[in-house]
């Protein structure tokens, strides 16, 4: 079975730090998202990336970047956390669909940060 | 923004009864896909539907997709207890990129 493995389930930080949530996946997936949920806003993309040391921004990219120097981990930075970034953040990979895979998103458990 | 729409956002019924969401998206689609979220944890894939699909099923679940009025429905028969959960639809778009685009969720709930 795919595992997409992220590293914190719970995290509490203060305003003002620098913070890395870290996503693994294992099954050699070009394709890795970051995407944070809120309530009635649903998921909203962050960054994806399609290879390693790519990246494209999504649809709510700012206060956030990201780092992909191996296939297999995406990191989430947020260089000085705010409030406004509490929130569930959820990592996912794909294949990239077509001839390989359906491109279903797989998706790992969830990292919830609040920002004191 | 590019954000899809499930309707309704909440949905309570009986076990033993259908439950359909519905969703609506604004470009053009290579395929749709479908999510379940137990409450607290990620996402899982239910089923994709391809742009040139009508209809698909997976065991008790039924999806549509008309391109035309670029919506889709999810259809559980005979509900349980244990389908309660949030469902998204997600929408890769056409235009070469690989981004799928989720929509808000409906919040299902199925009383024993």
């Known amino acids: 079975d795919v595992k997409v493995t992220q590293s914190s389930r719970y995290l509490v930080k203060r305003t003002g730090e620098k913070v890395f949530l870290e996503c693994v996946q294992d099954m050699d997936h070009e394709n890795m998202f970051w995407y944070r949920q809120d309530p009635g806003l649903g998921l909203r993309l962050i960054y994806f990336s399609y290879d390693v040391k790519m990246k494209e921004k999504g649809d709510i990219p700012e206060g956030y970047s990201v780092s992909r120097e191996k296939k297999e981990r995406f990191s989430l930075i947020l260089e000085s956390a705010s409030t406004n970034q509490t929130s569930m953040y959820l990592c996912a990979s794909s294949w990239p669909g077509g001839g390989r895979g359906t491109g279903e998103l797989f998706f790992g458990e969830g990292s919830r940060l609040t920002v004191l | 923004s590019q954000q899809g729409e499930e309707d309704p956002q909440a949905l309570s019924i009986q076990e033993g009864e259908n439950a359909t969401m519905n969703c609506s998206y604004k470009?053009?689609?290579?395929?749709l896909q479908w999510y379940r979220q137990n409450s607290g944890r990620g996402l899982v894939h239910l089923i994709l539907?391809?742009?040139?699909?009508r209809e698909k099923h997976s065991g008790r679940l039924r999806v549509t997709l008309d391109t035309s009025k670029k919506s889709s429905s999810l259809l559980i028969t005979a509900s349980r207890a244990a389908d309660t959960a949030s469902y998204f639809c997600?929408?890769?778009?056409?235009?070469?990129?690989?981004?799928?685009?989720f929509g808000t969720g409906t919040r299902l709930k199925v009383l024993a």
């Open positions: 997600a929408t890769r778009f056409t235009s070469g990129t690989y981004k799928y685009i």
């Open positions: 470009t053009s689609i290579n395929n």
């Open positions: 539907i391809r742009s040139n699909e």
